[in-house]
């Protein structure tokens, strides 16, 4: 088979990666921060609730949340799901949403008391302190730990193949079949490349967020 | 009439009562301090009287109008109480400047805020902010820093940050503006500053109310000294009287420790 046919093939594979993986950021990223709202709720079953669902979530494997995303509602309510790729989604974004909320959730808790007390006493609605004033804070604390996260989802994104979805280390499998290795083994370098792009990025967003202190 | 009254207000945390039925009262433009050593509930006064706290039971009287009742069990919405806390400015102790925004910004924040809710900030967007912009660089020059507008907080000394924190009070143009404390966090060197900033406030007539451990300069600037002591008001007079001549056997004994250190 020729090289070329295999890298495009390989890179349609990959297509799938950043597919999944933009998607789940784009929806993780706003429903972590709603999960966490819940996991600092002061009414105390929406608390529980929460940390008892971000526990099952953290605490059970992404591949089984995979599974049960893709064939629970068939089996058990007779809905099956209409396409892998929500199922993926699905999966994704509610596993991701958990790590997420508690990278939030610390980086909220670390804001000092007094900076909502400015807020107030200055005539902020709590809305206008948390917006204003308080989640740039966060973002600029939670920098480090949210691109840790990032950078495992990049690499988690080739767990849709348990489901069959074609992402890229299943295209290379197919050859592998077929007797050729180096096309799994070079899949390293794509991954590599893409975690590279976003290391200097992040990088580049602490730096701005460096003008200040504190 | 007195602009701000207060009476017999009470403050428990759980078991600990710190508050046990405070009163006093100011007139507008007058300067007052609170003094008084640590625990005795003077910073608990102020922020039952900035609603940082709710105080338990007792009365706030604002030019004679009831403004807060502890007896009315009733809860105050957010709207309203936020009504209410702009007539009252708040100074900290540690400041709690925003990090993130420049000097001149950290005084236009709350005033830019509060403009976007007037009905006609639509068609006068520019003018209202031009207006907004040049009351905080009257004020920050009021405390002597035109030349850190756009200094961010970090970049500032602690008597620096401090001024930015009474410009930023100011700017909203508050009746009764009061300080927690307003030097307690600073190098000894740098509460010179600060005390200034206060005495030209008190000067213009800017009506203020003070906790303070700097016994001289309360004398100097205010009008009426109040010793607190336990959760009470032991003692209040015009400063002469109560520092030269106190009455009770707890003020003086207060203000001899005071004197030794």
């Known amino acids: 088979m020729e090289f070329q046919s295999i890298v495009s093939s390989l890179f349609e594979g990959f297509y799938v990666n950043c597919f999944i993986f933009a998607m ?10 709603i999960i966490s709202f819940g996991s600092m709720a002061k009414f105390k079953p929406i608390k529980w609730l929460t940390k008892t669902f971000v526990w099952i ?41 958990a790590y997420f909320s508690e990278i939030f959730r610390g980086g909220i808790e670390s804001i000092p008391k007094g ?5 107030q006493v200055l005539g902020m609605t709590k809305m206008q302190a948390f917006f204003k004033v308080v989640l740039f804070q966060v973002i600029k604390r939670i920098v480090a730990p949210i691109s840790n996260e990032v950078i495992t989802l990049v690499k988690d994104t080739s767990l849709a193949r348990v489901i069959s979805v074609a992402e890229i280390i299943m295209c290379a499998e197919r050859f592998t079949k077929k007797g050729l290795i180096w096309p799994l083994f070079s899949t390293g370098i794509y991954f590599l490349i893409f975690n590279g792009v976003l290391t200097l990025l992040f990088g580049y967003i602490e730096k701005k967020l460096d003008y200040y202190k504190g | 009439m007195a602009i701000l009254e207060i009476q017999n207000l009470t403050k428990s945390f759980g078991k600990t009562e710190v508050l046990k039925g405070v009163s006093f009262s100011m007139e507008e433009g007058e300067v007052v301090s609170i003094i008084g050593s640590s625990g005795s509930g003077k910073t608990t006064l102020l922020r039952c009287a900035n609603f940082l706290e709710r105080a338990d039971s007792g009365q706030i009287y604002l030019d004679g109008e009831l403004f807060f009742d502890g007896a009315d069990n009733k809860k105050i919405s957010a709207t309203e109480l936020r009504q209410k806390q702009l007539n009252f400015g708040l100074v900290f102790q540690d400041f709690n400047l925003f990090p993130q925004y ?6 236009m924040l709350a005033p830019m805020l509060l403009a976007k809710e007037r009905e006609d900030y639509k068609q006068n967007k520019k003018e209202i902010e031009q207006e907004i912009r040049k009351n905080a660089e009257d004020i920050l020059e009021r405390v002597g820093l035109s030349e850190k507008l756009h200094s961010y907080p970090c970049e500032l000394s602690g008597g620096q940050k401090q001024r930015v924190s009474i410009a930023r009070a100011l700017a909203l143009k508050p009746r009764v503006l009061f300080f927690d404390e ?11 500053e600060i005390l200034k900033v206060i005495r030209k406030l008190a000067e213009e007539h800017v009506t203020m109310v003070i906790v303070t451990h700097e016994i001289a300069f309360a004398q100097g600037v205010s009008d009426k000294i109040v010793f607190m002591a336990d959760g009470v008001v032991v003692e ?26």
């Not at chain 1, 789940?24 to 921060?33: D, V």
């Not at chain 1, 900076?115 to 807020?119: G, K, L, N, R, V």
């Not at chain 2, 420049?102 to 005084?107: E, F, P, Q, S």
């Open chain 2, 182 to 192: 307003p030097t307690s966090a600073l190098d000894p060197e740098l509460t010179g």
């Open chain 1, 115 to 119: 900076q909502y007390e400015a807020c």
């Open chain 2, 236 to 261: 209040e007079g015009p400063p002469e009287e109560l520092i030269e001549n106190p009455k009770e056997e707890r003020t003086r004994h207060f203000l001899q420790k005071m004197n030794e250190k």
């Open chain 1, 24 to 33: 789940t950021l784009l929806m993780a990223l706003p429903l972590g921060l």
């Open chain 1, 57 to 97: 979530i953290r605490g059970t494997p992404l591949m089984l949340q995979l599974f049960v995303v893709m064939y629970a509602p068939g089996i058990l309510f007779e809905i099956p799901i209409n396409s892998r790729m929500t199922a993926v989604l699905i999966a994704f974004v509610i596993n991701y949403a």
């Open chain 2, 102 to 107: 420049n000097v001149i910004d950290n005084v």
